[in-house]
């Protein structure tokens, strides 16, 4: 399959429901949908046109939040990135994708922890990266935490 | 049946492990039944960091992810970089980078081949391979300047040329880490002993590996047929002759063979590159990064290594996104490790290539979490169990 195959299977199956199709170039493409579609979308891409979940990246966009899931068709090289945007940045949600893949287990621990994005269903949410002592509701991959200066004079 | 469990912590420290990180080995006598890991004593927030740095500086950044890996990652960084505009990169620039990829690979296989033969107790091909490493580490001082974070890369090119009056060292070091790979090969590959503790250990099945997109030698080794180098072609890897490794049982000896025969297809890679390789700019010099996201993938020695950038049109990242190719290999642990023996706990665990792993202490809980035995009752049960043996071959 090349790359406007994929996007053609995808365009025939969801139609309006994808919000946006960027053909960036012949090997990356980026596609927008609802939150609430993630779970069918991945599914389908994972199942059924047989990629692999490379990782996924949440980016503060500061009035939202955003979260690209990355797949991949190796053999044609190609990259499809899924963006979901969460515009609830005091409560942002979505559904796990850990019963498409278990792929997805640690990637969505780790948006939990730095972005204090919650996975619905995903049944351990546990800090990966963080220390235990880690204060609740502070992520650090949101703007607008800052990184702490460190001050010379104290050892 | 909790009664009947008893927990091994590992980690984080131990004199034996390179890196920190936290095993809980759930076992029913010797065989385990759980595992959690506990990672992340070693973050740093280089995510973080890159946020606030340049496109130039960043690359330093991501070089020090990992000391061995110090070529994958800015090689992934500054594709990425120039995905996002489509920055040219000059013939000869690609093929140092494609030259250092392949350094990096020989000698972070030969590194792994040294640990795994040292958790299995097989010290001499951890002196072997370390030994034979360094002509490696050599060459790559040569090309690069440095051992290790290399300095090497940047957006556009390479910062540093490969000297003509160098080529001749290079090919005869790596007609000599030839001859000693050859006979290491045959040393690890047809040893009775290996076979016997390797094969049929840690099977990950091929749609295991799929299912957990299990990538670089942990996915070839099921069987799972994938190569950033050739399925998504940087460098000049599409230009040269070399074979994907692949094997079909997915246990540690397939993934001991992988690595092994992929050191002498790095190997090929190099010396094709050295002969083929054009003369001309190494760096187009590009101006400015345009707002925009791309992605940069490559081939590191343990899979695929994956940057996601964007920009806004400034000097720096709004976002770094760095996958590194264990964070997938790592939660395969779940499939290889539950079911089998404490035993192989150890080299399972090494198999993907970062884990270490070494009884600290133990200690039989029950349900309750509460200590049934102490040390000087785990001693004497040894004692008396010595005793009962004794009895039964009537040797006292």
């Known amino acids: ?37 993630i779970v069918d979308v991945a599914g389908y891409i994972f199942r059924e046109l047989g ?64 972005f204090g994005i919650h996975f619905d269903g995903n049944e351990d949410l546990r800090q990966l990266l963080l220390p235990d002592d880690w204060p609740k509701g502070v992520y650090p991959l949101r703007k607008s935490f800052v990184v702490p200066k460190r001050d010379s004079r104290k050892s | 049946m909790s009664s009947n469990r008893s927990t091994i912590p590992i980690g984080p420290y131990h004199p034996l492990q390179e890196e920190p990180e936290f095993w809980k080995l759930i076992v029913e006598g010797e065989k385990v039944v759980d595992v959690d890991v506990r990672i992340g004593y070693n973050h740093r927030g280089i995510e973080k960091l890159s946020e606030a740095k340049s496109f130039d500086q960043s690359i330093f950044i991501v070089e020090r992810i990992c000391g061995i890996c110090s070529s994958s990652h800015p090689i992934a960084c500054v594709q990425a970089v120039e995905d996002i505009c489509n920055i ?23 590194l792994w081949l040294g640990l795994a033969g040292h958790f299995i107790g097989y010290n001499t091909v951890f002196m072997w391979s370390w030994k034979y490493r360094e002509p490696i580490c050599e060459i790559m001082e040569t090309v690069t300047g440095n051992r290790q974070n290399y300095a ?24 000599e880490f030839l001859k000693q790979l050859d006979m290491l090969k045959g040393a690890v590959l047809d ?49 040269l002759k070399w074979n994907v490794i692949t094997q079909k049982e997915g246990d540690v ?50 899979g695929e290594c994956f940057h996601y950038i964007k920009c806004d049109g400034t ?13 997938m290999n790592f939660p395969t642990f779940r499939e290889t490790v539950i079911g089998g023996s404490v035993s192989d706990a150890t080299i399972i665990m090494a198999a993907i290539d970062p884990c270490y792993c070494c009884t600290e202490r133990m200690m039989i809980v029950d349900g309750d979490n509460k200590e049934l035995l102490k040390a000087g009752d785990l001693i004497r049960l040894s004692q008396e169990k010595t005793r009962r043996i004794k009895e039964r071959f009537g040797v006292i």
């Not at chain 1, 995808?10 to 960036?24: A, F, H, N, S, W």
């Not at chain 2, 957990?212 to 180098?229: E, H, K, L, M, T």
């Not at chain 2, 025969?261 to 187009?284: H, N, V, W, Y």
Request: hydrophobic residues 35%; charged residues 30%.
């Open chain 2, 152 to 175: 090497m890369h940047k957006v556009g090119g390479v910062r540093r040329d490969i000297e003509k009056e160098h080529i001749p060292y290079i090919l005869t070091k790596l007609d």
């Open chain 1, 51 to 114: 990629m692999r979940f490379n990782i996924a990246s949440a980016v503060d966009e500061l009035e939202r939040l955003e979260i690209l899931y990355h797949f991949s068709y190796d053999p044609s090289g190609i990259i499809i990135s899924v963006r979901t945007l969460l515009n609830d940045k005091d409560n942002p949600r979505i559904d796990t994708i850990t019963g498409v893949t278990p792929a997805a287990w640690w990637i969505e621990r780790e948006i939990h922890e730095l």
């Open chain 2, 253 to 302: 000896f397939a993934k001991a063979v992988v690595r092994i025969l992929e050191m002498f297809e790095s190997a090929s890679i190099i010396r094709q590159c050295l002969d083929k390789m054009p003369d001309g700019p190494i760096d187009s010099r590009p101006k400015d990064i345009e707002p925009g996201e791309g992605i940069g993938v490559i081939e590191a020695p343990r």
């Open chain 2, 88 to 110: 040219e990169v000059p013939e000869r620039a690609l093929y140092i980078r494609t030259i250092t990829q392949e350094l990096e690979r020989i000698h972070s296989h030969m």
């Open chain 2, 191 to 239: 040893d009775p002993v290996i076979h016997a503790r390797l094969k049929g250990v840690g099977v990950l099945s091929r749609e295991a590996a799929i299912n957990y997109s299990a990538v670089g030698p942990v996915a070839r080794a099921s069987d799972f047929d994938i190569d950033v180098r050739r399925d998504h072609p940087y460098g000049v890897y599409s230009r």
């Open chain 1, 1 to 37: 399959m090349k790359i406007d195959d994929i996007l053609k299977r995808l365009t025939d199956r969801y139609g309006d429901r994808l919000l946006k199709v960027e053909r960036k170039s012949h090997k990356r493409a980026y596609i927008d949908i609802y939150p609430k579609e």
């Open chain 2, 315 to 327: 000097n720096s990242p709004v976002r770094h996104k760095v996958r590194a190719p264990t964070y």
